[in-house]
């Protein structure tokens, strides 16, 4: 069964940066076009950004040119670059592969933006 485990959330101020990491398990990840999603409290999931297989990455309108996606496919890992971060950047970020979640979801990783 393959798994996600998603890290590297944590408190920022608003105009910081962090930079999350998902390491996929149990198969490789070169099979997999792959992508970040976020989760607000009382919203649906969404996906931010995703990344083709050939590593072509591509993001959605309100984290672009904030947010880049890469991929290391011999770390098995997803990574999520954040910059500028906005008060409603906000959520519980979750990895999976895109643009069709078929993975069991892991736990995700919690990023908070306040003052």
């Known amino acids: 069964q393959v798994q996600v485990v998603e890290s590297g959330g944590d408190l920022v101020v608003p105009g910081g940066s962090l930079r999350l990491s998902c390491t996929v398990i149990?198969?490789?990840?070169?099979?997999?076009?792959m992508g970040w999603y976020r989760q607000a409290p009382g919203k649906q999931r969404e996906l931010v950004a995703q990344?083709?297989?050939?590593?072509?990455?591509m993001s959605s309108n309100f984290v672009r040119g904030r947010f880049t996606i890469s991929r290391d496919d011999v770390k098995n890992t997803v990574s999520l670059q954040m910059d500028s971060l906005k008060p409603e950047d906000t959520a519980v970020y979750y990895c999976?592969?895109?643009?069709?979640?078929?993975?069991?979801w892991g736990q995700g990783t919690q990023v908070a933006v306040s003052s």
């Open positions: 990344i083709t297989a050939h590593g072509h990455a």
């Open positions: 149990g198969n490789s990840l070169s099979l997999y076009e």
């Open positions: 999976n592969t895109a643009p069709m979640a078929l993975i069991y």
